[in-house]
């Protein structure tokens, strides 16, 4: 029963959202949200129906501005999932079927709104020889928009997720053994924080080791742990479906002045770049910002990726600050995480997630330490 | 340098495969895969690059029929994991730059081979926009067709994480505990597969306890373990990106008459299925047989998915038997996983992955046992 109300809170802030993704459409009154296939997941999807259960490969959901409930057409073998949502369920026992069931419900539409962000050439060919004269146009713009801007029962689950990684820490440095390898250590990384409330990792964990560190995309392999090791750790949970995504760079054993000066750099990189965060402020100057303390040091161009991205149902949810031009906002979640990279030496990044809001943010992840740890 | 090695040999197989991607293509010299963001991930892009580490998100690269390498287009970011690989690297800075590249590359050619199955409506319009005079030419089918065949490489990685997740299950079930939640016995199962050299799990395992066996895509949630349950494990573990995929069902203490005799039915529509399976089948026959052995009892109708999927790079790496009219082939990875679900009461769902052979198949999970496993 405690699930049943949870959703149905949910519908209803869902509802508040349906009428902003047709906001300047003429003539739109359907959108069509369509998963396809697990590397083809539209997280539209799960945004529009609460639903928390379910994989949904193959489904739909269709959405309208103003009815109280949405249309799931979804295979039988995930009807009993979706009917926990509060929403209107089609079921279909075969591709035929959802073709028809689909093409059934639009095909009086002149327009239907589509994600173009998601639909895959495949998906929508798919959709035209079904419903052949139907204008399909792009909301990807509208559902990303409110995308952005959080909800309260979206913030809440992103602080959740957001305690889970980050109070796992002290948990996962118990594991540190010398001589354990770097995929050891992402089993652990994980355990922790399911144990700790996870629905799951919210992505493959990436664990660096040493000069490892150096390799921002880095996954877990075979090295061992050896004393005077940079361990750069960078891990997220998810909690209903929504997502954190933290990194802590630490040293096994006693730190040498280099990496402690490396670490000091980052952090402070960090903080300039934090303490501009607020409603109005354009990301590419927050990115501006902790390059400008990296670039005045000996460690100029070492940090080689934008300083955050928008966090939500997706680890990477909307654009990342730097690489584009946009202006923050109340309610938008993003992480900060600048970082040094030095090929053969290793490297360190810190990352944490934050809430903005009108004069400044909210850190929903533990502080990090403004020293290097050692870990003995 | 282990590695190196490793990914020498992955580039030899690969070369193999560029050629039949352009079977039948006339004037096509260029195919084009392009990775998207986290749920548009193009697995094609692995299949061509062997890239063992790095995720790539905005990275494409261009394979020819006759070249000995592929040209990988990469972000800064990634720049030492593509190095890893033997391909060409064309690193770029920035999305311009990105867009720059990989337009220098095509402008002279007339038409290019793009994978409609992955490439976002999105991806494409951006595509067009540095292109507009190129004809984008659909090769998804040429490189499916080209996945379901696994090479001998691929088909030890799918040998080693299928015994990766299925060897893990006699320390999963130590964990078993009265009062225990799914969410934590979820937890269990993925470390235990990470210990056993797993590089992640391959999808958020499945796990029910009791009545909640009845929904085919349940998402483990807080309820508890009680004597006499059904406990529904379905998980899988990834090893060097390839997949496995196992379910198995048990019950927590003394089995009433009515689980042994779903699972006695359940097990021996497996069977008959598995008996079917060699080259030259149809997958729609194989799909048959289990579900005439499910209809023949009064659970008539209690199977209401198809019987299995291929395996691969994808958990669903292509066609389910059953819903698709197709011959499975020598070289096939696929799962058979026949299951019986009674709203309200509980199910069972046995899942193994094989690999189809001239004259059978040879099983790559551990064979599940004849009798329901009774967890004292």
Redesign the interface.
């Known amino acids: 029963m405690i699930?049943r109300n949870v959703l149905n809170s949910d519908r209803h802030i869902v509802l508040m959202k349906y009428s902003s993704w047709f906001a300047g459409l003429d003539g739109v009154d359907s959108i069509l949200i369509s998963n396809g296939?697990?590397?083809?997941?539209?997280?539209a999807f799960f945004y529009a129906t609460g639903a928390?259960?379910?994989?949904?490969?193959g489904s739909s959901v269709i959405v309208t501005p103003d009815s109280e409930r949405a249309r799931m057409y979804v295979?039988?073998?995930?009807e009993?999932?979706a009917r926990k949502t509060s929403h209107d369920v089609i079921p279909a026992?075969?591709?035929a079927q959802m073709k028809e069931n689909i093409s059934r419900a639009l095909k009086d539409k002149k327009r239907v709104g589509?994600n173009?962000?998601?639909?895959?050439?495949?998906m929508?060919?798919d959709l035209r020889s079904v419903l052949p004269d139907t204008q399909f146009v792009?909301v990807?713009g509208n559902i990303l928009n409110s995308r952005m801007i959080k909800t309260d029962d979206e913030i809440k689950r992103l602080r959740e997720a957001a305690r889970i990684s980050s109070e796992a820490l002290p948990s996962i440095i118990e594991h540190f053994k010398e001589g354990m390898t770097e995929?050891?250590l992402?089993?652990?990384i994980?355990?922790e924080m399911?144990?700790a409330?996870a629905?799951?990792?919210s992505?493959?964990?990436i664990v660096c080791f040493g000069s490892n560190a150096?390799?921002?995309?880095?996954?877990?392999?075979s090295r061992k742990l050896k004393r005077g090791d940079f361990v750069l750790m960078d891990y997220g949970a998810?909690y209903r479906r929504y997502c954190s995504d933290n990194t802590r760079t630490v040293v096994f054993g006693k730190a040498e002045e280099k990496q402690k000066e490396i670490y000091s750099i980052v952090y402070e990189a960090q903080k300039k770049a934090m303490d501009m965060i607020r409603d109005g402020v354009n990301g590419r100057d927050v990115n501006s910002k902790a390059l400008e303390v990296i670039d005045d040091t000996e460690y100029r161009g070492k940090l080689?990726?934008g300083i955050g991205h928008g966090i939500g149902l997706?680890?990477?949810d909307h654009h990342a600050l730097g690489?584009s031009d946009f202006t923050l906002r109340k309610g938008m979640a993003i992480t900060d995480e600048p970082g040094i990279y030095i090929?053969g030496y290793g490297g360190v990044r810190i990352e944490d997630d934050l809430i903005v809001k009108e004069d400044g943010f909210s850190l929903i992840t533990n502080q990090p330490s403004k020293d290097l740890i050692e870990v003995s």
């Open positions: 699930q296939g697990e590397n083809a997941i539209d997280k928390d259960e379910g994989i949904f490969e295979y039988t073998l995930e009993q999932s026992g075969s591709q589509i173009f962000s998601s639909m895959t050439l495949e929508y060919n792009d990807s995929k050891e992402a089993a652990d994980v355990y399911m144990k409330g629905d799951g990792p992505f493959e964990s150096s390799i921002p995309h880095h996954l877990p392999e998810v080689m990726h997706e680890v990477h690489s090929p």
